[in-house]
Every structure is written in C-alpha cells, then in structure tokens.
C-alpha cells in the first residue's frame, strides 16, 4: 500500500530534520534556489503536515480528479519561481519553519506519530481534497503525490546540509520513479525519455518532469 511508503518517507524526513546539520545551517541558503536551509526544511516538513490536515477535512462532493491530470494542470509547474505561487510556497515553508529547527522537528514528529496510527485506518479509494481546496483526489493519489514531495526535497536538504541523502524504501522510490517517468513522457514525448533511458548517445538534453 502507498501508506506504508509514505509513512516510510515520512520518517526518514522527520529524523533529517532533527539531524544537528540541519540546525548548524539553518540560516544558510539551500540547493534549492530562493530556499534558505530553513525555508527548505519547513517545505518539507509541510508534507507531513498537510496529510493530517487532509484526514481532518470533510469529504469533498465532487468527483475526484486522476493524479496525472492535476499534475499537468498544477499551476507550480511552470510558474516564474518569483511569481506568486512560488513566493507562497516559499512563504509556507518559512512559516513551518519559523519557530526553530528544534521545534519544527520536535513538531513534525509528533504528527508522524498521529499518521502512523490513523493513515492504516484509511480507505485508499476515499476521496479528499488538500486545505487550500479543489481539485479532490483519492487519497492514494494525494499520498502518492506528497511520497514524491518528501523523497525530491529529502535529497534536496541533505545536499544542503552535507550529508548522506537519507535511504527510503525501494517501493516508494519505485512509485515516485514510475509517476515522474510518465510526468516526463506527457511533457516531454515518449520518445525523448526513451532515449534518455537507454541511448545516452541520442539522448535529449533534460527530460525533466518539472
């Protein structure tokens, strides 16, 4: 089930952020452009965070979209990173991360704690949407999308903060593959991530899924 590997992302992004790296560069830019270490920290722990405000949420009344629609629909795709979405992104991250690197991992923790009791207890099929609102997805869907949040930005904060990126297991970087691997062949063509998968000799320049 997708719970067990978001659950097991979660938990590798919940013992980052208390790792003392993290506190010793918070204040230092991360490899993540226009993210300070803290702002990247507190993005990342907002995907923790958001599912339990997920489960909290009533359940929406309109017919769930399919996970790779809304994500070649998402506005953050291909928006200027000093356009509006992306300073409210950023705005969120600096405001989980506000309080401190202790509390934020002391806080984040606590709702993995919450998590790991109630998310088993979930139907995958229900239908859920984030708190900022439509469209509604099933809550694999949501879960798979935030498991690709936390194994992306896990990596992303331990370059910033010099160590190992922390290891997750195979199925959910499996799952995270498959769903950028198919992002990349709806934005890019079929064809060119091909190439890129196997002739590195006709291989496109990036193949990137966003």
Known sequence: MISGSYLAAAEAATALLAHQAVADAWDKPSALAGYAVSGLAGHLAGQVNVVAKVLDGPEPDTEPMALLDYLLQATWIDADQDGEVHRGIRGSGAEYAAPGPQVLAARTAEVLERLRRDLPRQLPSRVVQFPWG?????????????????????DDLAVSVGVPTPEVPAPAT????????????RRHGSVPVLRALTRAERAPATIAAF
């Open 134 to 154: 439509p469209p509604a997805l099933r809550l694999d869907d949501l879960l798979t999308n935030r498991l690709m949040e936390l194994v992306v930005h896990l």
């Open 174 to 185: 499996d799952a995270v593959i498959s769903l950028l691997a198919t992002l990349a062949a």
